[in-house]
């Protein structure tokens, strides 16, 4: 038998309500009970411990009697007695670590982004031994920060180091030069270490981006016979943006947070600290959790804004294009 | 064995409704194949069948049991999947097995269904590979012998063989309609391959925009489709349509068309019409005979497409596509040739400005085909 | 000789230049350690680039010292401990994130993101005060528990990339075998995961391995430290007497099993590495 349902429907559809088949119940059950322990695990060890520093910061309480301390308000940031201003807001070191660390993040994160995009244009040509050059560049990488410190160190010692060895050798200077006690050169000192460090991290990632290229593109290009630099400002490196944007957030919350680089090789000196160094001394040597906490608690906003300006800027970039 | 209806089952995703009242009988031991264009809601409809997608409205039955909200396993069907996702770490043993294995179902006689289900299919020697030393056809077989393996009531198959090149798509279609004859389950298949449907179904059902078009026998389907959709879907090449005027409104309609002038008779109830209204006229190009005409009479042959068995002539009618004439093999067709068309009258189609096929009448004794033919082309 | 033909040999020989650069600004240093590691005493204060003669008087030095050993015992511990710790968790985590789909997802993923942007000192005081209360203060269990805060949101981050990718037939074959979730999950998708687990697994090793400010904050006497904070404490008397030596052969015994890892894993560790960044 022949049937057929009637064709003429009204056009407008009521919403049906939403419903999910068992397995789909079942599915989202689980997953809330699979999320939990993640969740329960990231809320012991990030969010509540991350309150408590919003409220210690709030505090005078010290390290070697935590239950001890009492409300005081906003005196850690700012304060008004007899004496003048007080607080972090006005301490002079503490916005020396936050102009050390601002320096070093742009000048680190922009020589790795260069250096890095440089490494990967090189490691894109195919030749013999590539897969090799590629594994030798991951060792900086692979080195623990405190291990490349202490071997940058040496190598900067400026009695017996061999890079004052090198360029007294070769003429460029005529003294050997103090690199990690030097104000002047410490923090030159640093950003070359971890420069050493990262690049790898870097071109690796644009490496990886480069090779997720569209071929063809270039393969127009090359037939119109377009100048390869002028292939790289106009194709390349447009294509390559997005990467170099996620490369670039990457490093750049990464250097804000610099800590053991700086400890090491130049341990507390106020020429090369950083505001986690600040912090850290703050809270652990001279005890004062309260101002460390603040300190703390600055840092991650300082973070947190420059996050979200990079991603809603990045989006709209992105929007725009 | 087991019936499976289908009760104004209804389904929305993210606001699109994707299928609208459906409502379906399937017999049990019956082969019912889902055709349309992609995204008419075929496969939708059939991963709703097996529980892995919800129905927001209407009822599912199985042996006349609400199954909405079971379980696909609870429901007693197995499915074929178009990428086969055969468990690429576990042997084809193993593959057939879970299933078994998960039921808790003793060691014994998991062996015994296993090693069955693979004799049935002719995978005994493959038992210990793992599905990447299979061959293309090897995997499909695994495929149905993991859906068959719990002896399910229902198996469903979602297009399975598009990923098989085309002569082992045959050689599997025939092993598929052998399945069926033997094991006798029922089996539901989804498909936009016309000739799948064609020859592997006891009932096609049509879907188009998330709607049931029509529901038939292959030969109800392509012999007499209710409407210019279904008419226009099955059949290669497809179903040649010209544009035509109702002259006379009548329980036999009397029409005229550019291409091939007036028609008298035709066994379609056109009452309900009004004089002048447009129609369509639908006719297959194999009932469609050639004669070579003198002059400038008749229409200019625009086309020739030889296959062997037979040739396909294109005639120009002054629209779009050219109108397909399916001729003997012998006949010599060249292009700028004229000719003049014979209809076959029994394989005309009349369908209404909406596109549904006029109600069919029994053939108008009194009327003579060839008179109403020699009128036609005056 | 065409001048074309110049053009080309001297573009290759300066890639070849380029690639020689590369490679000795990476590797020079480890080389330099190496080498400071295997001088005695005596040399150790003329500079040189090549050695005739090892002397593995340093490395008997640093491993007659209980405390090191002792710390490097404690470092593949923890690092061990962190890595099960944070791949169990995240594969959980991974299936409900990279397979369901359900509301609050992306909420969950901002926020698995967010941790993993925020600086380890700003949960610093918090942490301190949850490891006391705990009772695990100066002790391995603090780490590992403290280390998750940057393994985590890493590991899940990746597997959740890596999940998401195999097909999605696979598990509704499963679910219309009878598997639930937690069958699905161990019996059909965990088998095929196993490289992404390595890759994770590897990455969070390494950081884990490599972590220095909770391992000095949160430890306190030798017996529980870690190598990072061990190295940085050896020290002599002065800044100018520090035993380099020492220190240089402490580095490369600790260094060489990354470095090792890192060559052998090298296309697992760099495809692990960008599916974190690009893909997310």
């Known amino acids: 038998m022949t049937t057929s349902i009637s064709r003429a429907q009204p056009f407008y559809d009521e919403p049906l309500p939403i419903k999910e088949t068992p397995v789909q119940r079942r599915r989202i059950r689980a997953a809330w009970l699979f999320l939990t322990p993640m969740l329960l695990c990231l809320l012991l060890v990030a969010g509540w411990p991350l309150l408590r520093t919003f409220w210690f910061s709030l505090t005078d309480t010290s390290l070697s009697d935590a239950g001890a301390g009492a409300f005081i308000g906003l005196s850690n940031y700012l304060a008004i007695d007899g004496d003048g201003w007080s607080g972090i807001l006005v301490d002079p070191l503490w916005w020396q670590a936050v102009r050390n660390t601002l320096h070093f993040t742009a000048v680190s994160v922009s020589l790795e982004i260069c250096i890095g995009l440089a490494v990967a244009l090189l490691l894109n040509v195919r030749f013999t031994g590539r897969a090799l050059v590629r594994a030798m560049i991951l060792i900086p990488w692979a080195i623990p920060t405190i291990v490349s410190a202490k071997i940058w160190a040496w190598m900067l010692n400026d009695q017996f180091g061999i890079i004052n060895h090198l360029m007294l050798g070769l003429g460029l200077i005529d003294a050997p030069l103090a690199w990690t006690a030097d104000a002047s050169l410490s923090m030159w000192a640093v950003i070359m270490v971890d420069v050493w460090k990262t690049v790898p991290f870097v071109a690796l990632l644009m490496l990886a981006a480069l090779q997720m290229l569209p071929g063809d593109c270039y393969e127009a290009a090359r037939v119109d016979g377009v100048h390869p630099l002028k292939v790289f400002w106009r194709v390349t490196l447009p294509l390559l943006m997005p990467a170099l944007l996620v490369a670039a957030i990457f490093r750049i919350l990464d250097s804000l947070r610099v800590f053991d680089v700086i400890y090491v090789l130049t341990s507390n000196s106020s020429s090369t600290m950083s505001m986690s160094i600040y912090a850290r001394q703050q809270l652990v040597e001279f005890q004062d959790v309260g101002y460390g906490s603040a300190a703390s608690t600055l840092l991650f906003l300082i973070v947190a804004v420059i996050a979200v300006l990079y991603l809603y800027l990045g989006r709209r970039q992105m929007e725009v294009r | 064995m087991s019936k499976l209806q289908l009760d104004n089952v209804n389904k929305q995703l993210g606001g699109l409704r994707i299928l609208r009242d459906i409502s379906l009988e399937i017999a049990s031991g019956e082969f019912v194949v889902f055709v349309g264009p992609s995204g008419c809601g075929k496969s939708t409809l059939l991963r709703l069948i097996a529980g892995l997608e919800s129905i927001c409205a209407g009822d599912l039955l199985i042996d006349g049991r609400r199954v909405n909200d079971l379980e696909p396993r609870e429901r007693g069907v197995g499915m074929v999947f178009q990428s086969y996702a055969l468990y690429p770490h576990m042997s084809v043993y193993d593959n057939i097995g879970f299933g078994l294995k998960l039921a808790k179902t003793d060691k014994r006689s998991l062996r015994e269904r296993v090693l069955e289900t693979a004799r049935v299919l002719q995978l005994d020697k493959l038992l210990q590979r793992k599905p990447k030393e299979l061959s293309g056809g090897q995997r499909q077989r695994v495929a149905m012998g993991r859906a068959m393996a719990r002896e399910p009531d229902i198996l469903l198959f979602d297009e399975p063989l598009s990923n098989l090149d085309a002569s082992l798509r045959v050689q599997m279609r025939n092993e598929i309609a052998r399945l069926h004859a033997s094991l006798g389950t029922t089996m539901i298949y989804v498909t936009h391959d016309q000739v799948e449907a064609m020859t592997l179904a006891d009932k096609i059902v049509v879907l188009n925009a998330g709607r049931i078009e029509q529901v038939g026998s292959p030969r109800e389907l392509y012999e007499r489709p209710v409407s210019r959709f279904v008419a226009g879907f099955l059949g290669s090449p497809r179903m040649n349509f010209l544009p035509a005027q109702l002259l006379a409104p009548g329980l036999h309609s009397a029409i005229s068309t550019p291409a091939l002038g007036q028609l008298a008779a035709l066994p379609f109830d056109s009452r309900a019409l009004a004089a002048g209204s447009p129609l369509t006229l639908g006719i297959r190009p194999e009932h469609l005979s050639l004669q070579k005409a003198s002059g400038d009479a008749g229409l200019r042959v625009v086309g020739v497409e030889y296959l062997g068995c037979e040739t396909y002539v294109h005639l120009d009618v002054d629209q779009d596509e050219p109108l397909i004439c399916r001729c003997a093999a012998t006949a010599e067709w060249r292009h700028g040739d004229r000719a003049e068309l014979r209809p076959e009258f029994a394989g005309l189609h009349l369908f209404d400005a909406d596109g549904n096929c006029l109600p069919r009448q029994a053939a108008a004794t009194a009327s003579n085909p060839a008179s109403a033919l020699r009128q036609g082309c005056a | ?280």
């Not at chain 3, 080389?31 to 040399?43: D, E, G, N, W």
């Not at chain 3, 800044?239 to 296309?267: K, Y």
């Open chain 3, 1 to 280: 000789m065409s001048l074309r033909l110049l053009k080309k040999t001297l573009l290759r020989l300066g890639f070849c230049v380029a690639i020689g650069i590369l490679l000795l600004y990476a590797v020079f240093p480890f080389y330099y350690a190496v080498l400071t590691s295997l001088k005695p005493s005596s040399a150790l204060f003329q500079v040189s680039y090549w050695l005739d003669k090892p002397d593995f008087s340093n490395y008997t030095a640093v491993l007659q010292q209980a405390s090191f050993l002792q710390a490097i015992g404690n470092s593949v511990f923890v690092a061990i401990c962190v890595v099960a710790l944070a791949l169990f968790l995240s594969l959980t985590a991974a299936y409900a994130l990279g397979r369901v789909k359900f509301r609050g997802r992306g909420t969950v993923l901002l926020l698995v993101l967010g941790v993993s942007m925020f600086p380890q000192v700003a949960v610093l005081s918090g942490l301190f005060e949850v490891i006391r209360a705990l009772g695990l203060y100066n002790s391995a269990w603090a780490l590992i528990l403290s280390y998750t805060i940057f393994t985590l949101p890493f590991t899940v981050w990746v597997l959740t990339t890596f999940i998401g990718q195999l097909p999605g037939e696979l598990e509704e074959a499963a679910i219309m075998d009878g598997a639930s979730p937690w069958v699905a999950l161990t019996r059909v998708l965990l088998p095929l995961l196993w490289p992404a687990l390595v890759t994770t697994g590897l990455l969070a090793f390494i950081a884990a391995w490599n972590e220095f400010l909770f391992a000095l904050t949160f430890t306190l006497t030798d017996q529980e430290r870690t190598v990072p904070v061990a190295i940085a404490l050896i020290s002599g008397g002065s800044q100018h007497e520090l035993p380099w030596g020492l220190l240089m052969a402490a580095s490369v015994i600790v260094t060489v099993p990354l470095v090792l890892l890192v060559l052998v894993f090298q296309r697992r560790i760099v495809s692990g590495l960008t599916t974190g960044a690009l893909k997310g």
